[in-house]
């Protein structure tokens, strides 16, 4: 699978990361342990985080600072996480939220 992440920039240096597995919809994918989860989604060519609950249209990786609600995902079975500012951890079990969220016994 091709990363859309930026490799090399003329102004900016990226530092050694430790890559982790995650999985979104039951699929494995990599990241970087610590980066925002929508940010991996993204890299990975993931570019629809959640459906609006009334109209179902896509939404996706928008402000990237917390202050919207498109990011929102269920992670690791708790909903309205926003993975725009929650750190990538080894292992996550990430989906889309259904609306404005329903917890799976």
């Known amino acids: 699978m091709t990363s859309l992440r930026i490799q090399e920039h003329p102004v900016l240096s990226f530092p050694e ?3 982790v597995k995650f999985f979104f919809e039951d699929r494995e994918y990599e990241g970087y342990e ?3 989860i929508a940010a991996a989604l993204h890299a990975a060519g993931v ?3 959640r459906r609006s609950p009334q109209k179902n249209r ?3 990786f928008f402000c990237a600072i917390g202050r919207c ?3 929102i995902m269920e992670v690791d079975g708790q909903v309205n996480i926003m993975t725009c500012i929650t750190p990538l ?3 996550m079990k990430i989906r889309m939220q259904k609306g404005h969220g329903v917890i799976h016994p």
């Open 17 to 19: 990361r430790k890559l």
């Open 34 to 36: 610590g980066e925002p």
């Open 47 to 49: 570019k629809t985080l």
């Open 58 to 60: 896509a939404r996706g």
């Open 69 to 71: 609600s498109s990011c």
């Open 89 to 91: 951890k080894p292992g």
